[in-house]
């Protein structure tokens, strides 16, 4: 009888650890399934985050699902309502949910959520055919497409009117998408449009293909005015021939940036941020977007605080970011 029950221990002790194996890392951990909300199906959301959610379905315990999306304000709203667990965002609209502003005013905060990383810039760029506009002062009584009424390029568009002194009372707005307002601009509807995306970016590229476009600068003291009052906005140059025979310029740009609910766990967000920027430089022929990631970048975000395992990502690589 004693040998039984020696025996009957010995299997229940076996059966004991392994359970314990499977359940504490490792191989043999139940993989963790992640929704990843991104963009339109003809956007650079939905392409790159196609491609970020299958290699890290394909190499990490983190099994990451592609969604399309409708917008940096409607995917954060996604992750509100239990729909996704990551998401596409642009570095302001995420700014206006967690302090209730702009886009969120009405609604209210939305804070359920932390920073991953930021991975490429999008820029404010104002786009005209007629060569008298040289500066967003030569705006004033023009005809200018400023995005879709309460969208993120609306507001983009108000703030750097602001910082010229101009209001939306001193232009003749227009609430166009980019594709539409490059086709006004090509039938000499409006004298300019206000565009945010990576640039090239496909309706500007088409524009130019018909007529001689230009991109209208932003100058140092109100880009630092502006930064100043704003600081998810950054600087950036957007180099000559982006757009055939178009010269270069400077403007300003905001984040395109990965965000997650704050409830996921801190090793699914180490993993899937670790798969994303070691493998960079390996993964740039899947998609182009890979080679503008840089840790520096990605570590830059201030208004939203980072998920702690990104958190722990960048520590490992010597750089501290906000974590409240």
Do not use: W
């Not at 932390?114 to 004033?140: F, G, M, N, R, W």
């Amino acid at each position: 009888m004693k040998r039984i029950l020696a025996v009957l221990l010995a299997v229940a002790l076996v059966f004991s650890f392994a359970a314990c194996g499977k359940t504490s890392g490792g191989n043999e951990q139940a993989p963790v399934k992640l929704r990843f909300v991104t963009g339109g199906e003809s956007g650079t959301y939905y392409a790159f985050g196609s491609v970020i959610a299958q290699h890290a379905t394909n190499n990490t315990n983190v099994k990451v699902t592609g969604v399309v999306g409708n917008g940096s304000q409607k995917n954060i709203v996604e992750l509100q309502d239990g729909n996704a667990e990551l998401a596409f965002c642009q570095s302001d609209v995420m700014a206006y949910a967690y302090q209730g502003t702009n886009l969120f005013a009405e609604t209210g905060k939305v804070d359920c959520f932390k920073t991953v990383a930021a991975l490429y810039t999008e820029q404010v760029q104002l786009i005209t055919t007629d060569p008298s506009i040289k500066s967003v002062a030569d705006l004033k009584g023009k005809n200018v497409s400023i995005g879709a009424a309460g969208s993120g390029v609306y507001f983009n568009a108000i703030d750097i009117l602001g910082v010229y002194g101009l209001t939306e009372k001193d232009i003749k707005p227009t609430y166009q998408s980019f594709g539409d307002s490059a086709e006004a601009i090509k039938d000499g509807l409006i004298d300019a449009a206000f565009i945010v995306a990576g640039a090239p970016t496909s309706a500007v590229t088409d524009l130019a293909t018909t007529k001689n476009v230009y991109l209208v600068s932003l100058d140092d003291e109100h880009i630092n005015k502006l930064i100043e009052k704003s600081p998810f906005y950054s600087k950036c140059v957007i180099p000559a021939e982006t757009y055939k025979g178009v010269a270069e310029a400077t403007t300003v740009g905001v984040g395109a940036v990965i965000i997650a609910k704050d409830t996921v766990s801190e090793d699914a967000i180490y993993a899937f941020v670790k798969d994303i920027f070691d493998n960079a430089e390996s993964q740039i022929g899947a998609h182009a977007k890979y080679a503008e990631l840089s840790l520096e970048f990605a570590s830059s975000i201030t208004s939203v605080p980072y998920h702690a395992g990104a958190a722990k990502y960048f520590a490992e690589k010597g750089i501290t970011v906000p974590t409240v």
